[in-house]
């Protein structure tokens, strides 16, 4: 197994059955050997530098059904809410004076914000913070929807296809939605020049060891910027209130193989890894993660965007968030930087 790892440090592709072993078969004695090779891949391109993203949850109406999430259609316990333009660029303002460089904008398929409100508000921000990178991930859209965001100064864009495989996507969501249309929309926003963010869910339900195998095999193929992947966690308003949650063995796991696949990208070490350990984030970043989103979101709404349950950081304020952040990665050698934390050499790479 470890002659495996060995390859890919050496930058030689696996096959999906060999990428399987791996996955089916790793320890705690491999996981460190895997984490050894990844941190020096990550501190060749990233140093110890943590970027860090002001994620702005804005909304958590959304027209979609996807069975594992909090904030499902159908889900009529969701308290809904929507942040206004002026909420919006309130929070920027705080996360600017915080040092923030990047701002996320996330949020349900909510068709309340449209076109035409999107780039009023993506103008405003470009215009009220030149020096700083903004990331939409609002779902899948056209191409003139992706194209009039993009021409309002949108840089960036997170769309998770969930898994690589068909089939299993059809057993995550309901009839309505195509894998096929979600991988589409990947493909359209890198052609428009957007940096490009996948990701999937690690222990979603019915994901089997072949299927993150070929997560790894799709994103050697589609090479984009971003990698989020996060452990999948119940939420206790949907069909898999009942299903087990991933663990952090095989999430830490798969961020060390994703940072030997792409050495290059940038791999946020998600909130939801930091819900199923406390310690899951720091542990994240000594797997080869390298970014970090803590949210901006005023305190008011962040109980509301519950995508799964136990989520943390719910009840502290953009600052106190930032103050921990930046403790915890001091407390494992690494420093949170005040950069907008582009993807390096991306024409070499990608
Ligand atoms: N609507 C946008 C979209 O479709 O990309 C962005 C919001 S969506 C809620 C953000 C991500 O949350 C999803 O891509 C999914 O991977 C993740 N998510 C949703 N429910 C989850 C759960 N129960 N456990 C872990 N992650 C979850």
């Known amino acids: ?36 090779k990844s941190c020096r891949l990550r501190q060749k391109f990233y140093r110890k530098d943590v970027y860090i993203r002001g994620l702005i949850e804005f909304t958590n109406y959304c027209k979609n059904d996807c ?42 398929e909510d068709p309340y914000y449209t076109d035409e409100k999107m780039v009023d508000i993506i103008s405003s921000i470009k215009t009220g913070f030149p020096d700083c990178a903004l990331t939409l991930s609002v779902g899948e859209k056209t191409h003139e929807s992706y194209k009039a965001f993009f021409d309002a100064g949108a840089d960036r864009y997170l769309l998770r296809h969930e898994t690589a495989n068909p089939m299993h996507y059809s057993k995550l969501h309901p009839s309505g939605l195509s894998w096929q249309n979600r991988i589409n929309c990947l493909y359209d926003l890198k052609s428009i020049g957007y940096q490009v963010g996948c990701g999937f869910m690690v222990g979603s339900p019915y994901q089997t060891a072949e299927d993150l195998a070929q997560e790894l ?30 663990t952090m063995e095989l999430t830490l796991f798969m961020l060390g193989l994703i940072r030997l696949t792409l050495p290059y990208v940038l791999l946020p070490s998600t909130t939801a890894l930091g819900t199923i350990h406390p310690l899951g984030r720091e542990k994240g970043i000594l797997a080869g993660a390298n970014v970090i989103m803590p949210n901006l979101s005023p305190v008011s709404v ?29 407390s494992i050698g690494y420093n949170v930087v005040t950069d907008r934390g582009d993807c390096v050499s991306p024409s070499m790479q990608l």
């Open 217 to 246: 095999i799709f994103l050697k193929k589609l090479k984009p910027h971003m990698v989020g992947i996060g452990p999948f966690i119940a939420h206790h308003d949907t069909p898999f209130r009942d299903e087990k949650s991933g």
């Open 67 to 108: 069975l594992y999430c909090g904030i499902r259609r159908s889900n009529k316990n969701a308290e809904r809410y929507r942040l206004s333009k002026d909420d919006i660029m309130l929070c920027c303002h705080e996360g600017y004076d915080l040092g923030f460089r990047t701002f996320v904008l996330q949020g349900g």
């Open 302 to 330: 962040r109980k509301k965007y519950l995508l799964y349950d136990n989520k943390i950081c719910t009840g502290d304020e953009a600052a106190e968030c930032r103050q921990c952040l930046q403790n915890r990665m001091k």
């Open 1 to 36: 197994m470890k002659e495996l790892i060995d390859r890919l440090e050496a930058g030689q592709e696996l096959s999906k059955e060999e990428y399987a072993s791996l996955i089916s078969g790793f320890d705690s004695q491999l996981s460190e050997y895997l984490f050894e």
